[in-house]
């Protein structure tokens, strides 16, 4: 197995919420969403499952994606295996460790996914598959022909584009060597099994992670049409890489299952979801879920979500939403969706915050998961010397949101099943 860094014990016991300034008042809402991140711990979601249904080793285990070290800490036994990750994490005796980068990959994500081909190569018994959110970005080897320059300029064009993961992975698995049912075709013969924690709307098994181990539906044809239809100036050796795909002279994804490779869902935004209205009733808060498939344009989302919510308690709503992005200013999904709530709050006089989280505890380039914000965010954002509309067309929301003391800090979670907000009115 191509050796890696191997992290040493010591990861954050736990997970740990907190705002710039001191908030008593939102203390049930750090209660509600860190239950939310407690109810999908991918150690516990791994070891549930492999305890209720096992699969016999010893194991070549192979985990990618934001909650990688953790699946791999749940495994049982004595194993093999590989993670790939974008934190420090302890991982299992004996496991490789690597970091790749999130969410454009570049040299350390190529690393990494040459390691996992070796590792796959090299298993001489059954390889369990740990997939979660990140992974796309996180594992990555070209297709033949292409270089990690050019996978990342494509995707650093569609993050910003306005297109959804769907479509953001449909690209992917057609440029890359391991995603889209490669890696599971990659095993031959040897028994495979995946477990998947879902960050994709719906839990769709090929979407998550570019689904790696399971069959593919989508095309070139559909990978050309993506960037088409959002006008991605993409390398040339993109477009003749897709061109050569539309054309039959690339070999398409594989259509067919692996026979015998079996694929379970163990967490997702749903049970997030449900945890945080538990917690919200044993704070005494009436709590419900508005959806599990929050999807579409951020601001037009946040806005509706605002408009919508008239019952008094905590309303959630779980799902991952996009950004058009078309400033130069530092922030990310979540803290963009609540400066525009925040901006339709401004002003108003019935206590009502909106609270938008993204699970894996990183929201963006930034080291902030999400916000809080409410009918004063605004004024201190003001009050601090920063003008709010300039700084929301500009995607700034990070410093404005830190200005008016509303950031939502976790640092990496270990685990990421999409984004989940929470618009609570007393």
């Known amino acids: 197995m191509a050796a890696g860094v191997i992290f040493p014990a010591g990861y954050r016991e736990g997970v740990a919420l907190s705002f710039p300034r001191d908030w008593p008042d939102r203390a049930p809402l750090l209660a509600v969403f860190a239950a939310a991140l407690d109810a999908v711990d991918p150690e516990q979601a791994v070891r549930t499952e492999l305890g209720q249904r096992p699969f016999d080793g010893p194991l070549t285990v192979i985990a990618i994606g934001k909650a990688a070290p ?9 194993n093999r295996g590989i993670v790939v990750s974008d934190h420090v994490e302890a991982v299992p005796p004996g496991f490789a460790s ?3 980068s999130h969410p454009i990959p570049d040299e350390r994500s190529e690393a990494a996914g040459a390691a996992v081909l070796a590792a796959v190569d090299e298993a001489s018994g059954p390889i369990l598959f740990l997939i979660s959110g990140g992974s796309s970005a996180l594992c990555e080897v070209p297709a033949a022909g292409l270089s990690i320059g050019d996978v990342a300029a494509v995707t650093s064009v569609l993050l910003r ?14 440029l890359s060597s391991l995603k889209g049912g490669r890696l599971a075709e990659r095993a031959g013969s040897s028994p495979t099994r995946t477990l998947l924690i879902s960050d994709v709307v719906g839990d769709s098994v090929d979407t998550i992670g570019s689904g790696p181990t399971v069959p593919d539906p989508t095309t070139f044809g559909d990978a050309a049409e993506i960037l088409e239809r959002y006008g991605v100036r993409a390398p040339a050796t993109v477009i003749e890489f897709l061109t050569a795909g539309v054309e ?6 594989p259509k067919s299952p692996v026979p015998g490779h079996e694929v379970t869902l163990i967490a997702n935004a749903a049970v997030a979801a449900e945890a945080a209205v538990h917690a919200a009733g044993d704070e005494g808060i009436a709590a419900r879920i508005a959806t599990t498939r929050l999807e579409g344009d951020a601001e037009t989302e946040a806005a509706g979500a605002v408009a919508a919510v008239t019952d008094s308690g905590m309303t959630f709503f779980a799902g991952e939403t996009t950004v058009e992005v078309t400033g130069g200013g530092v922030g990310g999904r979540n803290q963009h969706t609540a400066l525009a709530a925040a901006l339709i709050l401004d002003g108003g006089d019935d206590g009502v915050r909106f609270g938008a989280l993204a699970t894996d505890g990183v929201d963006g380039p930034t080291d902030a998961a999400g916000a809080v914000v409410d009918e004063g965010s605004i004024r201190r954002g003001r009050e601090a010397g920063l003008e709010p509309i300039a700084y929301f067309h500009n995607h700034a929301s990070h410093p404005f949101l830190e200005a008016s003391g509303d950031l939502l800090r976790v640092g990496p979670s270990g685990t990421n099943v999409g984004d989940l907000w929470v618009v609570w009115r007393p």
């Open 98 to 100: 690597y970091l790749g």
């Open 161 to 174: 584009s306005g297109a959804d993961i769907t479509e953001m992975n449909t690209v992917r698995k057609h």
């Open 70 to 78: 953790a699946m791999a800490r749940g495994v049982p036994g004595t």
């Open 248 to 253: 039959s002279r690339q070999s398409e994804t």
